[in-house]
């Protein structure tokens, strides 16, 4: 069965600091991967999002994403993290049309002063 | 972008009474839509795939009769949570399926419902 690990629970980072959370997916082929940031109390809201093509994507709000299909990993990165970027970030996997997303847990991101 | 659009986003129920929440794909069509529940501090949980004119699929452990799905068109999907009790109080959230196959999910923005 497909599944989705984010092994970093609660991250906390300094603000300006680099930031790089962790997303290792489990399944057959290349599926589609996604990474959601969450606010409390709010809906989703699409980072990023890989189908195909370039490894590397670029994504909203100075995010960015890279797939490593020997590593089944698709790590969220950015250089410099601001106050605003703390909330929950949810790594997901698609892996046909009709189906449900599969999600990680998710991870905390706390910026600190 | 395809817009998501979720009602109410939040509600407050009696015990034992019924609640609605509607979930409208404004600006596509969505053959598919997903509704996932989701608990403090935790991950978005399946529990059903709606398909526009068939009967929704219910994911293992989740109860069909008190969570009723319809998909009766292909712009809106509804959960109505039955005879409400305080363990039902969560954060419900409703993705629509994209277009052109890529498996690429818009989402509402989410339902609190509070049972007291």
């Known amino acids: 069965a497909q599944s989705v690990t984010q092994p970093d629970i609660h991250i906390t980072v300094s603000e300006g600091a680099s930031l790089e959370l962790r997303c290792n997916y489990s399944y057959g082929a290349t599926p589609y991967l996604f990474w959601y940031v969450q606010s409390p109390g709010q809906g989703l809201q699409l980072l990023l999002k890989y189908f195909s093509g370039d490894t590397l994507v670029q994504g909203i709000k100075g995010f960015e994403a890279e797939f490593k299909r020997s590593q089944s990993s698709f790590n969220l990165r950015k250089p410099s993290v601001h106050w605003s970027d703390a909330a929950e970030y949810f790594c997901a996997v698609g892996v046909q049309a009709g189906t449900a997303l599969i999600f990680g847990k998710g991870t905390t991101l706390s910026v600190s002063s | 972008g395809a817009v998501v659009s979720q009602h109410p986003s939040w509600v407050i129920c009696k015990s034992g009474t019924s609640v609605k929440i509607e979930c409208r794909s404004l600006?596509?069509?969505?053959?598919?839509m997903f509704w996932y529940r989701q608990f403090p501090k935790q991950s978005l949980m399946l529990m059903a795939t709606?398909?526009?004119?068939?009967?929704?699929?219910?994911e293992q452990g989740v109860e069909k009769d008190k969570f009723l799905i319809n998909h009766a068109s292909l712009t809106l999907s509804t959960l109505t949570v039955t005879s409400a009790h305080p363990e039902d109080s969560s954060f419900y959230i409703c993705?629509?399926?994209?277009?052109?196959?890529?498996?690429?999910?818009?989402f509402g923005q989410g339902t609190r419902l509070t049972v007291v």
């Open positions: 709606s398909n526009e004119g068939s009967k929704a699929t219910y």
């Open positions: 600006d596509f069509q969505a053959t598919t």
């Open positions: 993705s629509a399926d994209g277009v052109g196959g890529k498996t690429e999910a818009f």
